[in-house]
């Protein structure tokens, strides 16, 4: 008996979809003739076009029917399964946010904007803040349990296992321990459903590190005691939506839904299926042969995937929150140019911004093709983080937005003032061959750009671990084009790069004035009052260009899914806890090939 | 002929200590180590951090005791744990190693199956219009790099046919069809890569024992062409050709390497990449051991085929 999932069968739905789409192409056509010859406009959302298969507010899917699994491809193996001992985003977004929970998560539903990262509960029920501001308790949702799988067996999470989680993320050399070290003190369990953090400081932006996709991913008190190491394979237990059933290194990992998940009867799926291709092309080939169920083509092969993919659902990305910059050496060189912030302002002014955009993105091909697309531009804070960024672009930049605007005629009057008219020449490192090739290609386009005002640049690439551990703290001569962590709160780039604490000083700042400005913010429990504080350090550093912000990197993104692929952009999320926060909600029409698996 | 085998033999192990001093070596010249890659710029921050990392990982010894604890390690038969995934690489190896053995000796056999018959004929048909389309054909392969033509099958065969290589990989033993199913392909191309080189040698070396008088001789005997070629040349002219066969071998685990990423197979080449560029010091020097020992065992037995091929063979 032929499989559903056959050659042909996949040929004949591609060839019947195929005439269906344009069936429905020209109901499409002759239904909006008709509104128009009516003179009727209809609902404006109804009425949007988009390019082919862009998913517009797109609402949760009707008459659903669990089950199925859905299939989604790696790029590679995540380097370790333990949530505190990487630096790797394939662990977070791959094991730690399927398998387990924080404390809160990011919410994410339909029309919610994903930039905005506002915490919500997950297995905690509530939090309070003692009048001191210093004292957080957390109240555990009740009966939340570890998955059914030996030695835990399904047993009940308490506030020990957080508490000890936490000390072990302390006590780790990992990666992140550094940014709560600042702001805890000390975790105390006074019930097995309370746990109180005291921090050192009243940290405004707390909430959200505890719904951080890269800060404390709950295990059980025996992994977090070393009982049991959470980096075997069979050792991968958590409270989160989805159980690890098998894992294959450079082949597959498997997940099954957890019944036991406080959010069930969620997942809608019985279970993913991620098998690792490292391989670009493979990637595209195996979606276009119907065997993954969605897949991320670059902006050059966007239309070409979605015109062979019959009822494709486009959805657009625009979440830039990993910030591109330019940093100096001005605070360890005596003799650098950069020193005069005349020069670094010329530097800024320098880049086209919207050209590289246009140049590495496809944007105008993308854009003529009818997809709705906006390209932000960084400002000290990335454009990706919506809440707390300052569009460089805006009126309420103020004078600091002039050294946002590309001009070489006054970039290159810049550099007269700083007594540069001739040019000079200087140093550009950047790592190569670890951010992927939109990076590569940017590091090379915007030299000329550097060139053309008169700073003559010796290009250095360099290899990863060289550049992040000289270039990366600030040990160069000249300049370095680079890229940031994503975080999703301003406080973790401004104190990180702008603090002279700060884990990622690249430029090595010391303003006192700077500094009381990030401190205020970071203790300003009034939003609004703290989104005008951090729009005033934007415009600060904006006018210093301590750092030049700019724009090359991961956004937009092109995400295209086939049509028996449901709620697609519904749930979207800009972290790494995406399998929990939008995953849950994913599902599958009754004749995906997923059904037959 | 004993004394030749039990010196080649001898050398074997000599070789290895070598390669175990080389290996160990040059992973260590590579700049950045493992802290590097788990720290970040963190460890160099916060100093501490690093230094207690390093401590961890058994990296905070001298490099004498480091090798010193890796050879001892060696002749227990382990050979550590990875820094990063913190599994056993044996148990990493023993999983991916069938996967490479399988598609290089598929790989070797679809090259000799190409390769031999293809130059004996284009010798035999020396300067017709076929041999030219041979000739022509092995210096394409030589000149085209299997990943490329993997990449326009696969992009091609997905765009005009709906058709991909099958995502899972499945051993041999559990179920042959589906594992030949996703092997054939890749296997075929690393054959094709490696047929070029063979197929010209074939071809030179049939051209030069056919001219040798003893062929002469057989011809004017009135053998039948194919009993003078198989019978008579054949065995002459393959001699240089598993010299060359052994040498292929190196290049064949280097193509391993690339197809294993193209067409997503668990195997040690891909492996190797991924902790080469996490510097994971005790996979890289475990999967480079593994592949140098395959080269020197392959090398030996080139050299005893070669002296049981050619009885002149002796040691100098």
């Not at chain 1, 260009?545 to 937009?556: D, K």
Request: hydrophobic share 40%; aromatic share 10%.
């Amino acid at each position: 008996m032929t499989q559903p999932t056959s050659f042909w069968h996949r040929y004949a739905r591609q060839r019947v979809s195929r005439r269906r789409a344009l069936q429905l192409a020209a109901l499409s056509g002759g239904g909006l003739a008709l509104a128009a010859a009516c003179g009727g406009g209809g609902d404006d959302e109804e009425a949007r076009e988009g390019g082919p298969g862009q998913v517009f507010n797109p609402q949760p899917a009707e008459n659903i029917v669990p089950g199925g699994i859905y299939r989604l491809a790696l790029t590679g193996d995540p380097l370790n399964l333990d949530p505190q001992r990487n630096l790797s985003f394939t662990t977070d977004l791959f094991v730690s946010g399927f398998v387990y929970s924080r404390l809160y998560r990011y919410k994410t539903g339909p029309g919610y904007d994903p930039t905005l990262y506002d915490p919500v509960p997950d297995i905690a029920e509530s939090y309070e803040i003692a009048d001191d501001g210093l004292t957080w308790i957390f109240t555990l949702r009740p009966g939340v349990t570890f998955h059914n799988k030996p030695p835990l067996n399904g047993r009940e999470l308490d506030s020990e296992d957080v508490a000890a989680t936490f000390r072990r993320f302390m006590e780790l050399p990992a990666r992140y321990e550094i940014v709560l070290r600042r702001t805890v003190e000390r975790v105390d369990t006074p019930s097995p459903n309370q746990v109180v953090f005291r921090l050192k400081l009243p940290y405004a932006p707390f909430l959200n590190q505890m719904a951080s996709s890269t800060y404390l991913w709950v295990l059980s008190k025996e992994a977090a005691t070393g009982e049991l190491d959470p980096s075997q394979i069979g050792n991968v237990i958590g409270t989160g939506p989805w159980v690890l059933d098998e894992y294959t290194p450079s082949q597959v990992m498997r997940y099954v839904k957890n019944p036991a998940w406080y959010g069930a009867p969620l997942p809608y799926l019985d279970g993913q299926t991620l098998p690792i291709v490292p391989e670009y092309a493979t990637r595209q080939a195996q979606f276009l042969a119907g065997n993954l169920d969605s897949d991320a083509p670059n902006g050059n092969d966007l239309l070409d995937v979605v015109n062979r993919t019959p009822g494709a659902q486009v959805t657009v990305g625009n979440f830039p929150n990993v910030l591109n910059f330019f940093f100096f050496d001005f605070n360890v060189n005596p003799d650098s140019p950069f020193r005069d912030e005349r020069v670094r302002r010329a530097v800024s002014m320098a880049v086209d911004r919207d050209g590289l955009l246009e140049a590495l993105y496809n944007l105008s091909v993308v854009k003529n093709a009818g997809y709705e697309v906006t390209a932000r531009w960084h400002n000290a804070v990335p454009g990706g983080l919506t809440r707390w960024w300052l569009d460089p672009k805006s009126e309420e930049m103020g004078e600091a937005g002039q050294w946002y605007e590309y001009n070489p005629e006054k970039a290159r009057a810049l550099l007269a003032e700083a007594d540069y008219e001739g040019g000079f020449s200087t140093e550009l490192h950047h790592p190569t061959a670890i951010y992927g090739n939109t990076f590569d290609q940017g590091a090379e386009a915007i030299v000329p750009f550097i060139r053309a005002i008169g700073i003559g640049t010796e290009t250095k690439q360099e290899a990863y671990v060289d550049y992040i551990t000289r270039t990366f703290v600030g040990d160069l001569t000249g300049m370095a084009f680079a890229l940031e962590t994503p975080f999703s709160d301003a406080d973790e780039y401004l104190h990180a790069m702008y603090h002279p604490d700060g884990a990622r000083n690249h430029s090595k700042i010391d303003d006192p004035t700077l500094t009381q400005m990030i401190e205020d913010q970071a203790v300003e429990t009034d939003l609004e009052r703290r989104v005008q504080l951090v729009h005033d350090i934007q415009r600060y550093v904006s006018d210093k260009m301590y750092y030049v912000p700019l724009m090359v990197f991961g956004s937009p993104g092109f995400n295209v899914a086939h049509p028996w692929v449901q709620n697609v952009g519904v749930y979207q999320t800009a972290s790494f806890g995406a399998a929990t926060e939008g995953g849950v909600y994913v599902a599958l029409t009754e004749d995906a090939p997923g059904r037959s698996q | 002929m004993q004394v030749y085998v039990i010196q080649r033999l001898l050398l074997v192990p000599v070789t290895l200590f070598g390669v175990t001093v080389v290996v160990f070596g040059l992973v260590r010249l590579i700049p950045g180590d493992t802290v590097d890659q788990v720290a970040g710029e963190f460890a160099s921050f916060d100093p501490e951090l690093g230094e207690k990392l390093r401590e961890e990982y058994g990296l905070s010894a001298s490099i004498p005791q480091q090798y010193a604890q890796w050879l001892g390690d060696l002749f227990e038969g382990d050979l550590g744990k990875s820094l990063l995934s913190q599994r056993s690489v044996l148990d990493e190896l023993r999983h991916r190693l069938p996967v490479t053995f399988e598609l290089g000796a598929i790989g070797l056999f679809m090259s000799l199956l190409i390769a031999v018959p293809v130059g004996i004929i284009s010798a035999v048909r020396q300067d017709t219009l076929i041999d030219y389309v041979f000739r022509g054909g092995a210096i394409a392969l030589l000149a085209i790099p299997g990943f490329w033509i993997a990449i326009i099958i696969i992009t091609l065969g997905a765009r005009w046919f709906l058709w991909a290589p099958p995502l899972q990989y499945t051993g041999f033993l559990t179920d042959p069809l589906a594992n030949l199913r996703i092997v054939w392909l890749p296997a075929l191309l690393l054959g094709l890569g490696l047929s070029g080189a063979v197929m010209r040698l074939t071809r030179t070396q049939m051209l030069e024992v056919l001219r040798q008088d003893y062929i002469r001789t057989a011809w004017a005997k009135g053998l039948t062409e194919r009993t003078v070629i198989a019978r008579h040349a054949l065995k002459n002219a393959l001699i240089p050709i598993v010299t060359i066969i052994g040498l292929q071998v190196p290049v064949l685990v280097g193509g391993t390497v690339i197809l294993e990423q193209v067409f997503s197979l668990p195997g040690v080449g891909r492996y190797l990449v991924s902790s080469t560029a996490a510097r994971d010091y005790p996979v890289i020097q475990g999967v480079n051991l593994l592949i140098a020992s395959v080269v020197i065992l392959s090398n030996l037995v080139v050299d005893l085929t070669y002296a049981y091929l050619d009885p002149r063979v002796q040691v100098q």
